[in-house]
């Protein structure tokens, strides 16, 4: 049985760091013995990927989703744009003197 579980490779940078600092917190607790008791399950995860525990709920309930199938698959944030309409329109107001 293969660790590796595939050749799927840890893209996004969020992803990479997500990997470090579980590793960092693994090692931690590998060298100072258990911190947080292994019955404080949520509470490990969200020490060990350095989320609060409001992002952890939001991740737990979005992946119960994606099992029951009543999503397709879990969400990104999307970035909040300037429409491009408005950019044009705050360009033009400058080169024209109008305010």
């Known amino acids: 049985m293969s660790l590796q579980g595939g050749k799927e490779r840890v893209k996004r940078s969020g992803e990479r760091e997500i990997v470090y ?3 960092k917190f693994m090692k931690n607790e590998s060298e100072l ?6 019955s404080e399950v949520q509470r ?3 020490e060990a990927t350095r989320v609060s525990g409001r992002t952890l709920f939001r ?3 979005e992946g119960e989703n994606v099992a ?16 491009a309409i408005k950019v044009s329109e705050n360009i033009s107001m400058r080169l024209f003197g109008e305010e």
């Open 59 to 61: 991740a737990l309930k």
């Open 21 to 23: 600092n579980v590793h």
């Open 68 to 83: 029951t199938a009543v999503a397709m698959s879990f969400s990104t944030q999307r970035k909040l744009r300037k429409s």
């Open 44 to 46: 490990t995860v969200a």
């Open 33 to 38: 013995g258990i911190t947080i008791p292994l």
